[in-house]
């Protein structure tokens, strides 16, 4: 009996949960590595770091394994398990030695932590940006050079912002508007009618505005 395995290592790609398969580990190069049995957890790390980039510091900060599961039908459905310690490293060897009818190999699907050179990588990136943003929105002072005559103009800005806030009258008014004569547009239509009073009639008379609380009293006005 072969007391190797072949492991499939995926890193710096993605899991897919909802496959046809179940889950399904994806990355651009996996990394085959042929490990014995008799492997420690801390061996497995250290050979890991090694296949994948041998030329930096890095620490591996999780590892996932995929493991069959018999569903209804006799499909198979592959699910994920977490690679800690001793027992779970050796709990993956036994279901791999249980299933190598229909696996020849392992896969893993591992996490670094991120390494110092890496964060000052990205530091370098947010500094560099940030340097650029502040000498586009803010004037550097040289060391010869006096703040207030280096301020001069900020100052001119400044000033002519509140001298047409204090204006009274900062806007002309528009050209359209000039042209329009606003008391006859807001005029009413029929100023006779406005505030008129009914007139007083006789009996038997009828006027424009009378009203009559019903028909029947339409109909009794024009009998009388």
Do not use: W
Not at 155 to 170: I, K, S, T, Y
């Amino acid at each position: 009996m072969d007391d190797r395995v072949m492991l499939k290592i995926y890193c710096y790609g993605q899991i897919l949960l909802q496959t046809y398969k179940g889950v399904q580990f994806v990355c651009k190069n996996p990394v085959n590595v042929v490990i014995p049995f008799t492997l420690s957890f801390e061996e497995l790390k250290g050979v890991i770091c090694e296949k994948i980039d041998s030329q930096r510091s890095r620490r591996v900060s999780c590892i996932l394994y995929r493991y069959p599961l018999s569903v209804f039908g006799g499909f198979v459905q592959f699910q994920t398990k977490y690679v800690t310690d001793e027992v779970s490293m050796h709990e993956m060897f036994s279901m791999y030695m249980e299933n190598r009818h229909r696996m020849s190999y392992i896969e893993l699907y591992v996490e670094f932590e991120q390494s110092e050179a890496d964060r000052n990588i990205v530091l370098e990136d947010y500094n560099s940006e940030s340097e650029d943003e502040f000498e586009s929105n803010y004037e550097i002072v040289g060391p010869g050079e006096d703040e207030d005559e280096a301020g001069g103009a900020m100052n001119v800005d400044v000033a002519a912002v509140a001298d047409a806030l204090a204006n009274p009258h900062p806007f002309q008014e528009p050209s359209f508007m000039r042209s329009l004569n606003l008391e006859t547009m807001h005029a009413p239509e029929f100023p006779q009618y406005m505030n008129s009073v009914l007139p007083v009639v006789a009996d038997g008379e009828f006027t424009v505005g009378m009203e009559f609380s019903s028909r029947e009293a339409v109909i009794k006005a024009m009998k009388e």
